[in-house]
Each structure stands twice: as C-alpha cells, then as structure tokens.
C-alpha cells in the first residue's frame, strides 16, 4: 500500500485547509486509516482516525469541533478538513493505514502498518 498525502500549505491562523490522501491497492476500504502530526523537535502525535465505513471516528481534545476526517473509498482517499486553524496546529501532516484495527482507531502509530510521505501544515499568527 502506497499513501500520498498532499494539500499542506502556509495559512493565517483561522483559516481552514483541507488534506488528501490517496491509497494505492483494491483494499483500500478495508482498513482503519489515521492522520498524525510531527511538529519540530516533537514527537508524532495522533490526529484523527476513521473505520472503514466512517462508522467510527477518533479525535485528539485539542482537535475535536475543528478537524473533520473522512473517507471516500470509492476514490481510495482519506481527507481531512481543518478550520479555525491555530499556530499551533503547524507541523507536517502524515496519514497512515492499519491492517490490524476494525472497530476503531487507534492513538499510537505502532498500531498502523502504512504511513505516507507528509505534507507540511504552516500555520502564522
């Protein structure tokens, strides 16, 4: 499985962006797909997740009621809406795919098998 994450880009603080991510393979829809976040001299952090079908998704506090994550898999994307945009959301952005989750996402990147390139989010104040 190959992920290629793009719509990363220099935005004021309260605008939104929207990220892409687009999956390779006919299995696409089978997995649990995840963003997470690496801002410099940070550890990568959990962003958002979504089940297969969308029935489930999972956000980090600092995001909830401004990030939406979703998916089409008839296109073999993942998408992930953000607004009201803060400086400290400024970090490159990774998507992520498990084979191994069902029920939910999960926080902790050993938990996805496939990760993508990332696409840089800056944020200015």
Known sequence: VQLQASGGGLVQAGDSLRLSCAASGRTFSRYVMGW????????????????????????????????????????????????????EDTAVYYCSASTRLYHSGSYYPIDYDYWGQGTQVTVSS
């Open 36 to 87: 997470f976040r690496q801002a410099p001299g940070k550890e990568r952090e959990f962003v958002a997740a979504i089940t297969w079908n969308g029935g489930s998704t999972l956000y980090r506090d600092s995001v909830k009621g401004r990030f939406t994550i979703s998916r089409d898999n008839a296109k073999n994307t993942v998408y992930l809406q953000m607004s009201s945009l803060k400086p």
